[in-house]
């Protein structure tokens, strides 16, 4: 049976819709930085989701080659996930989405170094005619989160944001964005089949005590 992070990590790939208190450990992720409009069609950042999954099934899939990880076992890639945040903007402004940058991100296993990730964009790049280079082996220790399960579009979010900030002020805590710290979302439906008022994704934001 593939190792799956969503069941394995329930409490951070399924919580409940309702705002809870976690901490999160450090955690290596597939990262490609960028700026604009997600909804671009041929945008940066679908370029981007490109370029994540390229890699994340090159390391998936290296034991058919004559490549060898230490530690290898079969896994599920995780979920897309995503870092945001507007400069000079509190929060998010989903009003205008040219003015989002972006950290789109895949979890890895933790046996997967830095030189095996080397070894995947390599790949990539040659066998699937890609220009993988902007690809990031990216480690992020996000610590303590409020986190909630969304469900419903993207564009809805504000009212449940809204939920986790009254939580966190009922509770004794505060967002606590930084220049490297953001707003995440890690994306659990297929947007192509599934219809966006049943969409589940997970909103992670940084909290300290207020």
Same mark, same amino acid.
Not at 89 to 110: H, M
Not at 179 to 205: C, G, M, Q
């Given at each position: ?16 819709? &309702? ?7 450090? &955690? ?30 090159? $390391? !998936? ?44 991100? $895949? ?6 170094? !830095? ?13 699937? !005619? ?28 504000? &009212? ?7 939580? $966190? ?6 967002? #606590?964005?930084?220049? #490297?710290?953001? %707003? %995440? ?5 297929? &947007? ?7 969409? !589940?994704?997970?909103?992670? %934001? ?5």
């Amino acid at each position: 049976m593939a190792f799956d992070f969503k069941k394995e990590y329930k409490e951070f790939y399924m919580p409940k819709n &309702a705002p809870e208190i976690i901490s999160v450990p450090l &955690a290596n992720y597939i990262a490609v930085r960028g700026k604009g409009d997600p909804n671009e069609e041929g945008g940066a950042y679908k370029e981007a989701v490109g370029v994540l999954y390229a890699v994340a099934y090159t $390391l !998936k899939m290296s034991y058919k080659t004559d490549y060898r990880i230490d530690g290898f076992y079969d896994y599920v890639v995780p979920p897309l996930e995503g870092f945001w945040w507007q400069d000079g903007v509190d929060g998010i402004d989903d009003s205008d989405k040219s003015t989002f940058c972006w950290i789109s991100v $895949l979890r890895l296993p933790d046996f997967i170094t !830095k030189q095996d990730f080397d070894w995947a964009v390599e790949t990539a790049t040659k066998k699937k !005619k890609l220009d993988c280079s902007k690809a990031e082996f990216l480690t992020v220790d996000e610590g303590l989160c409020v986190q909630i399960m969304h469900i419903g579009a993207f564009d809805d979010e504000s &009212a449940t944001v809204a939920r986790m900030d009254r939580f $966190l002020e009922e509770n004794g805590y505060r967002n #606590d964005m930084t220049n #490297d710290r953001f %707003h %995440h979302e890690i994306y659990l439906s297929d &947007a192509r089949k599934v219809e966006p008022e049943k969409w !589940k994704t997970v909103i992670r %934001h940084p909290i300290r005590r207020a």
